[in-house]
């Protein structure tokens, strides 16, 4: 079954940090570069991050110039992982989080369009307090 399950999700002050993860099954691991995308309340999806498909040990890696610094993106080939490590949140950052895939690489497009993306999980919410 095609899929991606994110987590990690929560509730957390103004610069602390969260880990989000997102397993996705192996055909789109394998062959799909894996974004994370968030919709904050009453806007519309932005992009976050994307990090390539591959075998290898080091995959390229890109951010929106608001994470840059502070969102890292990671994945963990023995457990079709993908990770997102957010650190010095910021209030702005509330949104909920959904990992998707797609076959092309799309970087930080605006506005985006849902359907340039064929996967996507349910989504995690993440809300920061001050």
């Known amino acids: 079954q095609v899929q991606l399950v994110e987590s990690g999700g929560g509730s957390v002050q103004a610069g602390g940090s969260l880990r989000l993860s997102c397993v996705a099954s192996?055909?789109?691991?394998?062959?799909?570069?894996i974004y994370w995308i968030r919709q904050a309340p009453g806007k519309g999806l932005e992009w976050v991050s994307v990090?390539?498909?591959?075998?290898?040990?080091?995959?390229?890696?890109y951010y929106t110039d608001s994470v840059r610094g502070r969102f890292t993106i990671s994945r963990d080939n023995a457990k079709n992982t993908v990770y997102l490590q957010m650190n010095s949140l910021k209030i702005e950052d509330t949104a909920i989080y959904y990992c998707?895939?797609?076959?092309?690489?799309?970087?930080?497009?605006?506005?985006?369009?849902?359907?340039?993306?064929?996967?996507w999980g349910q989504g995690t919410q993440v809300s920061v307090s001050s």
């Open positions: 990090i390539r498909w591959g075998v290898g040990t080091t995959f390229s890696t």
């Open positions: 998707a895939a797609a076959p092309v690489l799309l970087i930080d497009r605006s506005p985006l369009r849902r359907e340039e993306y064929p996967y």
């Open positions: 192996e055909f789109i691991f394998r062959n799909y570069n």
